[in-house]
């Protein structure tokens, strides 16, 4: 895989720990050094407006806050985004994003003050018609065929870099509809993950309708959500999904598959989409 598309971790995406290991009933005679993942408090500003404060590793934040920006309806368009620049605070980062003046004015009309735990989506959504929010409904396109959708999800598991040191990320990858691995990126939370690739994806001259995105969790309506609002018509998780989650994926013509592992899956919407 081109290393541009699986980012090294860096040493500001993990941190080293002393830990007493216990092997078989029996705790170890003195501590050894091991490497756990970061969080941080990731403030997201629009037009020099606090929106939402998520924890997540601080990596690939220019791809969070355009992803993000992107699966939320903040913005249509990449082109929407005039800037990013991330700001380093004493006690967490703040992401500068500038859009433009008509996304800028219609945010305006749905703040949205959320304070999210790790791998929470939903903290602080202040109307239900927030959480299922109206989104286009993808675009149909040429059927994957099932194995390249289960090559596609163990060859993930041999590109998540930092949950290999931490175990405790989630990753979020790309695949063509060969089952090639394109784009990877991880988080501690599995919505960070996603909105990361989504920005990554945004940036790169990849047909996301062609092809897959394939996540190392449950799939949540949220995670269907966005990737519906992304155009991307292929959503696998290696866990189950939940009811409204297959209730969206329905409705906006992506394809849910879940326990993708090994040579299983379980198909729950919109089979057409999955060759045999």
Known sequence: MDRMYRPAPSRAD???TAVL?????????????????????????????????????????????LGF?????????????????????FNGIVVQVEISSACAARLKTRRRAMAGRTGC????????????????????????PLPAVLRAMRAMRGSQALHDITGATHAAAWADADGQVQLVREDVGRHNALDKLVGALARLPIAR????????SRASFEMVQKCA????????????????????AQNTNVALLGFVRNADAAIYSHPERIQP
């Not at 003195?30 to 990596?59: C, F, K, W």
């Not at 309708?209 to 190392?216: A, E």
């Open 69 to 89: 920006s992107l699966t939320e309806g903040i913005v249509d368009r990449p082109a929407d985004v005039r800037g990013i620049e991330v700001v380093p605070q």
């Open 21 to 65: 290991r216990v092997r078989g009933g029996t705790v170890g005679a003195a501590a050894q050094i091991d490497r756990v993942a970061e969080e941080t408090p990731v403030a997201l500003e629009y037009n020099g407006i606090s929106h939402a404060t998520m924890l997540a590793t601080p990596a690939d934040l220019e791809d969070f806050a």
């Open 14 to 16: 993990c941190a080293d």
């Open 121 to 144: 989506g939903l903290c602080g959504v202040e109307t239900l018609s927030e959480v299922l929010r109206q989104v286009a409904t993808v675009a149909d396109a040429p059927a994957v």
């Open 229 to 248: 609002a992304a155009g991307i018509g292929i959503l696998a998780a290696v866990s189950a999904p939940t009811a409204l989650a297959i209730r969206v």
């Open 209 to 216: 309708h062609d092809g897959m995105v394939l996540v190392s």
